[in-house]
Each structure stands twice: as C-alpha cells, then as structure tokens.
Nanobody, 123 residues
Framework: QLQLVESGGGLVQPGGSLRLSCAASGSIFRINGMGWYRQAPGKERELVAAITSGSTTNYADSVKGRFTISRDNAKKTVYLQMNSLKPEDTAAYYC?????????????????WGQGTQVTVSS
C-alpha cells in the first residue's frame, strides 16, 4: 500500500555534502512519521534522524549539528541534508515510514522501508 523510493546517495569526499530524498506513494490513511536509518558492514542498524507528524525531530548524537531532516507534506517526501560528512558516515541509508492504514475497516499502524541508498565518504 506504500512505496518508498530513495535517491541522493553516492560518493563524496570528507567534508562534503549530500541530500537524500525519500518519496512516499500509495494508498495509506496517514503518515505518522518518517525517519532515516543507516547500517554499515559489521554494525547494527541505527536511527539517524526522525520527524513526526507534529514536526518533532530526533537525531543520533553522532550527526547532531551536521544532518538535518525535513519534509514536504504536499510531495509526501522526506529529506536528509548531510553536511560535513565523515568517513564514519559511510553506510547504507534506509528510509522508514510509520503509517496508519485502513484494513478490514479498521485503522492500523504499520512500518514501511525503502530499498536503501549507499553513501560512501572517502578521499
């Protein structure tokens, strides 16, 4: 019922910037919130940033002051602006959407995930 399409990943030098986009499409009742997770080889997946329907944001300590999450409700798109990138930011980044769907006549919460986009920070 919901598809998340990510874009914006790539190779960048340390200190550079990238902006990730995640566009949501499909028939859902409401998007409660969206966020970005990342996972590097040999490490657990971690929350990078999240934004709720009330525009409350949350960031991992490692990215505070460098990353900014934002959304465009009309476009059903969430963005992650990444500045001052470091080699340790290298990971696969995944978009997440927590939504409410109408199923069997009832409103139910559900999580959807994007396919992931690779961010590599290297000189």
């Amino acid at each position: 019922q919901l598809q998340l399409v990510e874009s914006g990943g790539g190779l960048v030098q340390p200190g550079g910037s990238l902006r990730l986009s995640c566009a949501a499409s499909g028939s859902i009742f409401r998007i409660n919130g969206m966020g970005w997770y990342r996972q590097a080889p040999g490490k657990e997946r971690e929350l990078v940033a999240a934004i709720t329907s009330g525009s409350t944001t949350n960031y991992a300590d490692s990215v505070k002051g460098r990353f900014t999450i934002s959304r465009d409700n009309a476009k059903k798109t969430v963005y992650l602006q990444m500045n001052s990138l470091k080699p340790e930011d290298t990971a696969a980044y995944y978009c997440n959407a927590n939504v409410v769907v109408l199923k069997l006549g009832a409103l139910r919460p559900y999580d959807y995930w994007g396919q992931g986009t690779q961010v590599t920070v290297s000189s």
